[in-house]
């Protein structure tokens, strides 16, 4: 099993910048990536930005692609979303989750282990 731990929410102005942490323990032998989602009062949780745990390859959803930056630090095993130029829309509780799959995906089914999540709001 793989405890995956979110931080770094928080209130934030349209326009600036925050940095998530995911924190993951436990078998992380067994995690080939992870992936940050989103979900916002009312909507379903959708798909943010994903990050192999070995390659370093990277996917973003259209909406946040150019403004977030997902990366890794495999000795500390987290990974981090770098949010710039936040917009309100940008506001949800952001969650964290890692998978076994061999290959990336914006499925949340495709996510095993899931962290409780950690909100951002930005404010206009």
């Known amino acids: 099993q793989v405890h995956v731990v979110e931080s770094g929410g928080g209130l934030v102005q349209a326009g600036g910048s925050r940095r998530l942490s995911c924190a993951a323990s436990?078998?992380?032998?067994?995690?080939?990536?992870m992936g940050w989602f989103r979900q916002a009062p009312g909507k379903e949780r959708e798909f943010v930005a994903t990050?192999?745990?070995?390659?370093?390859?990277?996917y973003y959803a259209d909406s946040v692609k150019g403004r977030f930056t997902i990366s890794r630090d495999n000795a500390k095993n987290t990974v981090y979303l770098l949010m710039n130029s936040l917009k309100p829309e940008d506001t949800g509780v952001y969650y964290c989750?890692?998978?076994?799959?061999?290959?990336?995906?914006?499925?949340?089914?495709?996510?095993?282990?899931w962290g409780q999540g950690t909100q951002v709001t930005v404010s206009s």
């Open positions: 436990g078998r992380t032998s067994s995690t080939n990536g």
């Open positions: 990050i192999s745990w070995s390659g370093g390859s990277t």
């Open positions: 989750a890692s998978t076994a799959a061999g290959f990336l995906s914006t499925k949340p089914t495709r996510y095993d282990y």
